[in-house]
């Protein structure tokens, strides 16, 4: 399936963070919630049916795939890892959020940011 990336935009919160965890390394349903819990301060809660759901919409997508399980973990849990199409995703869905970060600090919405990066 070529689909392009722009075409299942936008994300919901949920699923862009589903991404963003699977993003830098394979992980199962548990190790997805608790990362995104650490990456929003616990601002982003998963609940096991809301991911599940999510992952199953994903998979059907072409997002995400099941792997197989990494050494030495536990063979009995689902792992996922991203697919060509989930990075692309991704990235397109970022490139959108940080284009209207930036219409937001044009508007003076948000305060410009001084010099750090």
Do not use: C, F, Q, W
């Not at 949920?14 to 819990?37: E, F, M, Q």
């Amino acid at each position: 399936m070529n689909r392009p990336p722009e075409d299942l935009l936008p994300l919901t919160h949920v699923v862009y963070h589903v991404l963003l965890s699977l993003s830098l390394a394979p992980r199962h349903g548990y190790g997805i919630i608790k990362d995104v819990v650490e990456r929003t301060a616990g601002r982003l809660e998963l609940e096991a049916g809301t991911l599940y759901a999510a992952l199953k919409r994903m998979r059907d997508d072409g997002l995400v795939e099941e792997i197989e399980a990494p050494e030495p973990a536990d063979a009995r849990r689902r792992y996922y890892g991203l697919t060509r199409l989930g990075r692309l995703v991704l990235r397109a869905e970022s490139e959108r959020l940080a284009e209207m970060v930036e219409l937001a600090k044009k508007a003076h919405v948000l305060p410009a940011r001084s010099g750090r990066a």
